[in-house]
């Protein structure tokens, strides 16, 4: 019986593991369009600052790519 | 409450016609920016949270003539932000109570980590989003035109012009203590051009920005009647 939730179970965390890992992989091409986004907007105005808006995406692509990483590792 | 700004009368063209034929149409090269340099001082800053600016001087965009210069930088005030700041900051604090939720306890440690910087990921890119929205939805004004930049969301932005000659009407509105009291409300520009109406929504002093766009639409017919074009 012990066997066989355990079978249960992991095929449930198999499951979550790749919708999360697919929930992921989606974000990160988010973030890739948001990126594209921001090098859109600052070329059509240019602003003092707006550099660090495309820091900001930079680093939001980056972070999205490390949690992505991270789940295939850790799942 | 409403106040309504009327423009004066066009030039006659009996009057244009005149001009033309006596030789008083000639270039000049945009005496009108020396002109408003001295009917509006230099104020405001552009930097990261700025909305509100005149003649910045860091401030171009993609279609922008030679010559041609940006006299007025508006954005939303930033107090527009503050909803969605305050949920950004309540977003934060609550993968913390993710252990009361019996099936998050029950999940392996690895799991329960990944599942908490996701969370966290969430919230930078919904608050990242947000702020783009706010950054670049811009109203410029320039000494020939109206500018309307709007970012609707990632995946939508529309850029919108008009020529100062074109503008018929303009509405401004504050309404309420909350807009009253930080000084913020909404212009509604009624044009002549192929897009009928500009609104810049929230953005602050609406008052002064009303009378700097109707002195500049008087500046700009009285161009045209002293015959400078540019």
Redesign the interface.
Known sequence: MEIITLAESISILSIFKVLIITLLVVYAMFAVLMLIQVGSMTRAVNLKDDYLMKLLSVGHLVFALLVLIISIVVL | MVEIYRRKPKANSKELDENKESGKMKKHGRVSVAKLKTMFKRSGY???FSCYATF?P?????DQEEGEEVVLFLRQHVIVMVPWVAMVLLALSIPSAFKLFPPFAGL?G??Q???V??WY??V??YA??R??GW??N?Y?LTDERIVD?D?IN??Y?K?STAKIEDVQDVNVESSGAFQTFFDFGSIRIQTAAEVPEFEFVNIPKPDKVGVIINQMVDQEEQEKIEGRVK
């Open positions: 552009d930097g990261l910045p860091n401030t171009y965009f993609k392996p690895g799991y980590f990944v599942i910087i996701m990921l969430f930078f890119g990242l989003a702020f783009m950054f670049f811009i410029i930049i970012f990632i995946l932005r850029v």
